[in-house]
Structures are given as C-alpha cells and as structure tokens.
C-alpha cells in the first residue's frame, strides 16, 4: 500500500482515479488545485503524487515544487494533453518522473505508479533518501557501483532542419520526437534521466535493476527508430528525409548516484562506460542503432548485427569494438 496524493480540478476525473487507486489497496487523498495540494504536502508525506499540469490556481509545476520542499522523496508523475508537452517536458527536467497523457487506458498509469514504487524502494535499499528539509546531498550522494546499460539518442542535424522552420513548426517536430524517444525508453522499462534538447540519455538497470538491461535498452532503440520512422511519414514532404535519429548504447560498469542542483535532483550513471555509449551515439549514421561489444555480449542470440571494427575512444588507448544493430533475429 502506498499514500498516493492525486491533484485534479476536475472532479469527476480526480474522483475516478482516485476509487481506482483505493481499488487497488492504496490510501488516497484528493486535492482540487494547488492550494489544497499544498496543504496535504504539509500536513502528511507521500509515495507518489499524480497531478494535472493546468488548474485554474496554479500549474502542476507548482506541486512539483513544493513537494520538493514538503515531500521530497515523492515521486511525481505529470497528467498532460499533447498541447501542453511543453510543459510536461518542464516537468520532467524539474523532477518528475513521468508523464500520463490524459484519455489513455487508466492501466499505463497504475504501470508508471507501480515503476515510482519500485524505484523508490530501490533508493531506499540503496541509501539515497532525501531530507523533508532542504534538499541536500544524501548520506551516499557518492553513489554505488552497478552494471547496467546506457543508451543516447538524437535527431541528427537538428540545427539545420529547425532553422529554415518558423518556431511553432520547429517545437512540433523536436517535440513529437522527443516524445517518442520517452516513450520508447520507458515502455521497456528504462530511466530517462537527461533530456538534452534534441535528444535523450537513459539508463536501463538503475534505479532498478533488470538482469536483461541490454536486452531492453536495445529494444528501446529499435521501438525508437520505428516510432520515429512512423512519425516522419506523417510529416509534408519537405520534412520527411530530415527526420531522424541516431542511437548509440553501451554497457557497463558504473557509478549511480544523485546530483543536485539549484531547481533538481538528477538520477545518473558516472564512467567511462557513460562516455562509451555517447561516443556510439556520435558514430551512428541517420537511422541506425550502434552498440558496443560489451552490449552484444549480452543479447547476442536476440540480434543481427554488422561489425564496425574498433573505433577509438578518449580516454580509452585501444578503442572498443563497434556494432551496427540491422534489427532482431
């Protein structure tokens, strides 16, 4: 069971999800708006807080905030239409762990609910908890070893499309891929702890550890090309070629940890391994995945892959060996 606070200024909807959850053995409480969101932060700590983004008395950002200062170890999940991706992407760079568009099957939800819980519990059994005071550094802000994957993705030549584009056409199109790369990483259970303008870093196997993490993150990258392929068709024909991503992924050994700065926590993998799979992401050519021998190590069997040979690496004097990702076996 979990104290789950739900902001909703709809009634009908916040009630809804609301019996839902308690349907689910979760103890509930309503806010109508942020004022009333504020005085249940004060007043008691939460697992996890799903609040909509726009209210007549303020913006789910304001929640956001003050569970930061009130409930700080809440994990805060963002209900938003497209329109306001905008500000759901804020979000997301504020803190919050996710995002629900508002008209999907409730299911997605109680699956983002039970993935907050889950990655909750894995920061208290490591540790990493969060003062109900002001944000500081945790007793093990210097973070623990874990194995796992890494995964970057861009749109590549992204400044030159966007130029010749006006702003509104612009944000559209970075936003609908942005949104999808998200998505991609999240459906196979991944963590997207950067969003860098037109692209993502996310980790597969922490917060959470998943013993298949490369096996995930690989099927995240193949879930990103065809999203973004889908999406580029869709789009007038002067705009169609431009559109696409590149995806580089490595594995290995690293060190997790929380990074605070002045308006968040960050949730993030340090190491050599780290700069590995940018450097892939660098290597890949429009629409193409490339991945490290450390990652095909792991999911060998699940894919087909062509050799890149050894590409070099800073840092690294002999280079890693390179692998185009062709598609599943």
């Known amino acids: 069971m979990a104290a789950i606070l739900v902001v909703d200024d709809e009634?009908?909807?916040?009630?809804?999800?609301?019996?839902?959850?308690?349907?689910?053995?979760?103890?509930v409480r309503e806010a109508d708006g942020v004022v009333a969101a504020v005085r249940e932060l004060r007043a008691e700590a939460f697992d996890v807080i799903v609040t909509d983004l726009r209210m007549?008395?303020?913006?789910?950002?304001?929640?956001?905030?003050?569970?930061?200062?009130?409930?700080?170890?809440?994990?805060v999940i963002v209900l938003t239409a497209y329109p306001a991706w905008e500000s759901a992407k804020e979000?997301?760079?504020?803190?919050?762990?996710?995002?629900?568009?508002?008209g999907e099957e409730p299911e997605g939800l109680f699956r983002m609910i039970d993935s907050a819980l889950e990655e909750r519990a894995s920061r208290e059994r490591s540790g990493i908890v969060f003062s109900t005071t002001h944000p500081t550094p945790p007793a093990s802000a210097e973070g623990e070893h874990r194995y796992l994957t890494v995964l970057f993705a861009d749109m590549?030549?992204?400044?030159?499309?966007?130029?010749?584009?006006?702003?509104?056409?612009?944000?559209?199109?970075?936003d609908g891929v942005i949104e999808r790369l998200m998505a991609a990483a999240h459906e196979a259970g991944g963590t997207v702890n950067q969003?860098?303008?037109?692209?993502?870093?996310?980790?597969?196997?922490?917060?959470?550890?998943?013993?298949?993490?490369?096996?995930?993150?690989?099927?995240?990258?193949?879930r990103m090309q065809e999203a973004v392929a889908a999406?580029?068709?869709?789009?007038?024909?002067?705009?169609?070629?431009?559109?696409?991503i590149r995806v580089g992924i490595n594995s290995g050994e690293v060190i997790v940890r929380s990074v605070a700065s002045d308006l968040r926590w960050d949730y993030t993998a340090v190491g050599i391994p780290t700069?590995?799979?940018?450097?892939?992401?660098?290597?890949?050519?429009?629409?193409?995945?490339?991945?490290?021998?450390?990652?095909?190590?792991?999911?060998?069997?699940?894919?087909?892959?062509?050799?890149?040979?050894?590409?070099?690496?800073?840092?690294?004097?002999?280079?890693?060996?390179?692998?185009?990702?062709?598609?599943?076996?």
């Open 11 to 27: 009634p009908s909807a916040r009630t809804t999800l609301a019996l839902l959850l308690r349907y689910r053995g979760h103890l």
């Open 56 to 75: 007549p008395d303020g913006l789910g950002l304001d929640v956001l905030q003050a569970a930061k200062v009130y409930s700080p170890d809440a994990n």
């Open 91 to 102: 979000a997301m760079r504020l803190g919050a762990i996710d995002y629900f568009e508002k």
């Open 156 to 174: 590549r030549g992204s400044t030159e499309l966007l130029a010749g584009l006006d702003l509104d056409e612009a944000r559209q199109i970075l």
């Open 195 to 222: 969003v860098m303008g037109d692209g993502i870093m996310a980790m597969f196997g922490a917060p959470v550890a998943r013993p298949d993490h490369a096996a995930r993150a690989c099927r995240a990258a193949l």
């Open 231 to 244: 999406f580029a068709r869709a789009l007038p024909d002067s705009h169609r070629a431009d559109v696409q």
């Open 275 to 329: 700069h590995v799979a940018a450097r892939m992401e660098q290597l890949a050519s429009p629409g193409s995945i490339v991945i490290t021998a450390d990652t095909l190590a792991q999911i060998e069997s699940r894919v087909d892959v062509r050799p890149l040979g050894r590409v070099m690496v800073k840092g690294l004097a002999d280079g890693v060996e390179a692998y185009e990702v062709l598609g599943p076996r």
